[in-house]
């Protein structure tokens, strides 16, 4: 073989040995290019429950807001059913591009998955928290034709009938359920579970006395307050709130130290490119820290957060062992 053969050898040699590095730079700037883009085209929030409840609420304003900034529509996608696990699987199979975004309920996160013997979705795995929204106490309300005037006297009544009376929630392990679980635990209670698809069906047969009581989300609750058929025993926050401030705390009530409070979170599917996680982060936070938007949740009785996608994500793995153990004190769990 001469020496020209031999030369072009090794120029193709080398030349298909660069191919891989000289390719790139050109993928490189390709997925930064998509990140900056994003979004492009309208983005969808899968909120796992039926309209009228606390994701919900959320969700709408939220999504104005973030509309506002990406100069895109974001549309809010409600499909409720067996408490918040169907819409959830379904954006767990969505594909990771920062398009659908999934608007979880904390029980969906920290409770199912001691709950359920089987979900369609991994939270740890299938999923990445982008951050909390907003967080909240529930409200225990009861018919005003119920004979019970404060908490004290509800507790009461319940612990001479036990069984006989029903509470209604969103759904098996929504925050709703497990608030009232929390709530009869502390309690020392027994009454019988009647779920719904979402929090927002509770209210017409709480005030026709199909159910006799509910512990729901503040945001929804002072609302359904001013129809003047449902009455507000107690909330479950460590302090009384803002919008009810004529509603005991259950710690004033005799629950020494009990606390619960509902949040609404923001996560996208797992494999989401993390330039794209970051930048929904960062400006739902500043949709969070917009004043406008503070104050429209203050009036709903819940406070805005924004936190970072380390910290949800740590805060989810506390709450969920905190859950582990009321979920086994209870013996609740679902086939």
């Not at 973030?66 to 067996?82: I, K, P, R, T, Y």
């Not at 909240?136 to 309300?141: C, S, T, Y």
């Not at 710690?251 to 409070?261: H, K, Y």
């Not at 982060?281 to 009036?299: H, I």
Request: aromatic letters at 8%; charged letters at 15%; hydrophobic letters at 45%.
């Amino acid at each position: 073989m001469d020496n020209n053969t031999n030369d072009v050898r090794r120029r193709l040699i080398i030349s298909a040995a660069a191919l891989p590095f000289a390719a790139a730079p050109v993928f490189v700037g390709s997925v930064h290019a998509k990140s900056n883009d994003y979004p492009n085209r309208p983005v969808k929030l899968l909120v796992p429950f039926v309209a009228g409840g606390g994701a919900d609420i959320a969700a709408r304003v939220v999504a104005q807001k973030l509309a506002g900034v990406w100069g895109q529509s974001v549309v809010v996608d409600n499909q409720g059913g067996a408490g918040g696990n169907i819409g959830t699987g379904v954006a767990a199979k969505a594909v990771p591009d920062g398009y659908t975004l999934l608007i979880p309920s904390g029980s969906i996160l920290t409770v199912n998955p001691h709950l359920y013997k089987t979900l369609p979705f991994d939270g740890k795995r299938d999923f990445a928290p982008i951050t909390k929204l907003v967080s909240g106490p529930h409200v225990l309300i009861v018919n005003t034709n119920f004979p019970a005037k404060n908490l004290k006297e509800f507790i009461a009544l319940l612990k001479s009938k036990p069984g006989q009376f029903n509470f209604a929630s969103a759904g098996i392990g929504s925050q709703t359920h497990m608030a009232a679980e929390q709530f009869l635990h502390a309690a020392g209670l027994d009454a019988t579970h009647v779920p719904y698809k979402g929090e927002g069906g509770i209210y017409p047969d709480l005030m026709s006395g199909q159910v006799q009581f509910a512990v729901g989300n503040i945001s929804v609750v002072s609302g359904q307050l001013s129809s003047g058929r449902l009455r507000a025993l107690a909330v479950t926050s460590a302090t009384r709130s803002s919008i009810l401030p004529d509603v005991p705390t259950m710690a004033e009530s005799g629950l020494d130290g009990f606390e619960n409070l509902a949040w609404f979170g923001l996560m996208a599917p797992a494999k989401t490119p993390a330039e794209i996680v970051e930048k929904i982060y960062q400006d739902t936070a500043r949709v969070l820290s917009d004043p406008e938007v503070k104050a429209r949740f203050q009036q709903m009785g819940v406070s805005t957060v924004g936190n970072s996608p380390a910290r949800f994500a740590d805060e989810i793995r506390r709450e969920s062992d905190q859950w582990q153990k009321i979920v086994a004190a209870r013996r609740l769990t679902v086939s």
